[in-house]
């Protein structure tokens, strides 16, 4: 947090550094934290498009390789369905990335609007939002997305392995 702090905040502004001929302080800084809280939305927004694009994806191959495999899937040369695998795999590995790069973004984006609300009247989302959720922490109360989602890459990849197996040894 102490690096947050240096990191966030010019030295050479101070709220005295402010006359009441200019804007005051706290409308300068309540304006960036209203940034801060929009660009942490926009990942968000982001994010969720990611996800689509990957779950769109997925689905459209996968249908297209059990459509094309046609009535005697055994016949399918295990190379092929080998290839189509490392590709599926491949793609749900940069969408698993993805999603946890996105969560390592939107983390960082919390701590800076945290440390906003620090000088501000009230601690809208790092505190009171927060610890209303329960802090992540019961399931029965609220379970932050990006958990959630971290486990859809893998469950394809497992569907794939097994539909792998089932079409590599099909009669």
Same mark, same amino acid.
């Given at each position: 947090?102490?690096? #947050? $702090? $240096?990191? #966030?905040?010019?030295?050479?502004?101070?709220?005295?550094?402010?006359?009441?001929?200019? *804007?005051?302080?706290?409308?300068?800084?309540?304006?960036?934290?209203?940034?801060?809280?929009? *660009?942490?939305?926009?990942?968000?927004?982001?994010?969720?498009?990611?996800? *689509?694009?990957? !779950? +769109? #994806?997925? +689905?459209?191959?996968? *249908?297209?390789?059990?459509?094309?495999?046609?009535?005697?899937?055994?016949?399918? +040369?295990?190379? !092929?369905?080998?290839?189509?695998? #490392?590709?599926?795999?491949?793609?749900?590995?940069?969408?698993?990335?993805?999603v946890r790069s996105y969560r390592q973004l939107n983390t960082a984006k919390w701590a800076v609007i945290g440390a906003f609300e620090k000088r501000l009247p009230a601690y809208a989302y790092s505190r009171a939002e927060w610890t209303e959720l329960g802090e992540g922490e019961d399931w029965r109360r609220y379970v932050p997305l990006t958990r959630l989602e971290q486990w859809v890459p893998p469950l394809f990849v497992a569907a794939y392995l097994v539909g792998f197996l089932a079409l590599a040894w099909a009669p």
């Open positions: 947090m102490a690096d #947050l $702090h $240096h990191s #966030l905040w010019n030295a050479d502004v101070a709220p005295d550094s402010y006359t009441p001929a200019n *804007t005051p302080y706290l409308g300068v800084l309540f304006e960036q934290y209203k940034l801060c809280v929009e *660009t942490a939305d926009r990942v968000s927004a982001r994010r969720g498009a990611a996800n *689509t694009f990957f !779950l +769109s #994806l997925n +689905s459209a191959i996968a *249908t297209a390789m059990v459509g094309g495999l046609g009535p005697r899937p055994g016949r399918v +040369s295990v190379w !092929l369905l080998l290839a189509g695998l #490392l590709i599926l795999v491949g793609q749900c590995a940069a969408w698993y990335l993805m």
